[in-house]
């Protein structure tokens, strides 16, 4: 939808209210998701729970009290993709305009195409992570997306319309082996009775201090240092850090064979 507002209307057009029209539609997905979370029934594991009475009484303050590496490994294994994320699908659209004088309309292809190839790749990486364990894979992607923005801002540097849009897409495969196994990855720290409240505290916490800042922080980076390394830094740094969540998650078996 962005890639055709983008393309149909003017750049005045689409920065006063284009934009917002993508967002507006997006209203379907929510129907869609409150459906699916309206049909969507318990695991046997958490009811075989309910069944036994072994709920948590106080979920939170179990989870911090009780699994505090498990709640850790869960936000640290967030950052880096959220914020590769970031990089790759927003900063990447003011950079593009502002730094390499390119319309906007290329970094919309490159970001679109990108993610149409993770429709693809998001399953595949869940399924490799089933086979090979979730760490590996997602380590994969995060080792991946330490290193590629120091590749990628080289690489559009000379305002090639062709290899920014190649640049956007590979950084989006690096975050599709990352996401493809995030949800089981995270999950599977925690006991049963704790998941779902330590998973909703890991996304919720990560999100706040990955993505939601990301977008903000590379603008203000790249103004005070005026320089692409600051944000390459930043998102090599958040990527190490999630290296080290990965390093604190608990061994086990993929949850396919639990």
């Not at 958490?46 to 009780?66: D, H, M, S, W, Y």
């Not at 089933?130 to 540097?157: H, M």
């Amino acid at each position: 939808m962005l890639a055709a507002l983008a393309a149909g209307l003017t750049s005045q057009q689409f920065m006063s209210w284009g934009w917002r029209v993508a967002f507006l539609l997006s209203a379907v997905l929510v129907i869609f998701g409150l459906w699916i979370r309206v049909k969507l029934e318990e695991t046997p594991v958490f009811q075989e729970i309910q069944q036994k009475g072994e709920q948590a009484g106080a979920p939170v303050r179990e989870v911090l009290t009780q699994e505090p590496r498990a709640l850790i490994s869960g936000i640290l294994s967030r950052v880096g993709p959220d914020v590769l994320y970031a990089l790759f699908t927003v900063f990447v659209l003011t950079y593009a305009t502002q730094q390499l004088d390119m319309g906007k309309s290329w970094a919309v292809t490159g970001v679109m195409l990108g993610s149409s190839l993770q429709l693809f790749l998001m399953p595949l990486a869940g399924a490799l992570s089933d086979r090979f364990g979730r760490r590996r894979v997602y380590a994969v992607g995060a080792v991946g997306g330490l290193v590629w923005p120091f590749v990628f801002f080289p690489l559009v540097g000379g305002g090639s319309a062709g290899l920014l849009i190649l640049g956007v897409v590979v950084g989006l495969i690096w975050h599709a082996l990352m996401y493809g196994p995030q949800a089981a990855f995270i999950a599977e720290q925690f006991s049963p009775a704790l998941r779902a409240t330590g998973s909703s505290l890991a996304y919720t916490l990560a999100g706040i201090i990955g993505g939601a800042l990301a977008p903000l922080l590379f603008t203000s980076l790249y103004a005070y240092f005026d320089t692409w390394v600051a944000p390459a830094c930043y998102l090599a740094a958040t990527c190490a850090v999630t290296l080290v969540g990965l390093g604190l998650s608990r061994l086990g078996a993929p949850a396919a064979s639990r």
